[in-house]
T-cell receptor, first 109, second 114 residues
């Protein structure tokens, strides 16, 4: 079967760095997406990785290792507005997105 | 402002009633999707459409139907609602299928079936 695993909840301090991990087992791989979802709102796109390595975009970076079926999202200089759920999704061989349940990130002052 | 709109925002529905959730996008995207989101579970694909005039079944299609008469609209119909269909429903669109495109999401419809 297809499976995406990520921690249910994480807590971090404002100004700090946090790493959210995602492991996957899917039928085929056409890239991995990270989305941010604030409570009661729609998911919004953060990043896309299809090749191994690190993609940096401002305070957010995303890493992919295809051989390990592993990705992480790194958030630096955390701000209170970063409190949200972070969704990992893998595009399978049919170009359909398989979604993880999301990681709720709580930022404390 | 370009984007995706969904209606209604929320709805309480008696079991057995028929309900259509509306979704409209003005980005001229070819592909559209319907997901449901339940606490503790990832987004699950209900139905999708790769282009106007075509539709396909996702992971959890039972009890739902869709149509795609034109590029912009992709309504989702519950023929006879059941309490297990209580969920938040998101419509999404992307430029095309068959390649890794970012999906854009509507604001969601919160549906409660009693």
């Amino acid at each position: 079967g297809q499976n995406i695993d990520q921690p249910t909840e994480m807590t971090a301090t404002e100004g700090a760095i946090v790493q959210i991990n995602c492991t996957y087992q899917t039928s085929g791989f056409n890239g991995l997406f990270w989305y941010q979802q604030h409570a009661g709102e729609a998911p919004t796109f953060l990043s896309y990785n299809v090749l191994d390595g690190l993609e940096e975009k401002g305070r957010f970076s995303s890493f992919l290792s295809r051989s390990k079926g592993y990705s992480y999202l790194l958030l630096k200089e955390l701000q209170m507005k970063d409190s949200a759920s972070y969704l990992c999704a893998v595009m399978d061989s049919n170009y359909q997105l398989i979604w993880g349940a999301g990681t709720k990130l709580i930022i404390k002052p | 402002i370009a984007g995706i709109t969904q209606a209604p925002t929320s709805q309480i529905l008696a079991a057995g009633r028929r309900m259509t959730l509306r979704c409209t996008q003005d980005m001229r995207h070819n592909a559209m999707y319907w997901y449901r989101q339940d606490l503790g579970l990832g987004l699950r694909l209900i139905h999708y459409s790769n282009t106007a005039g075509t539709t396909g079944k996702g992971e959890v299609p039972d009890g739902y139907s869709v149509s795609r008469a034109n590029t912009d609209d992709f309504p989702l119909t519950l023929a006879s609602a059941v309490p297990s269909q209580t969920s938040v429903y998101f419509c999404a669109s992307s430029e095309g299928s068959g390649r890794a495109n970012e999906q854009f999401f509507g604001p969601g419809t919160r549906l409660t079936v009693l």
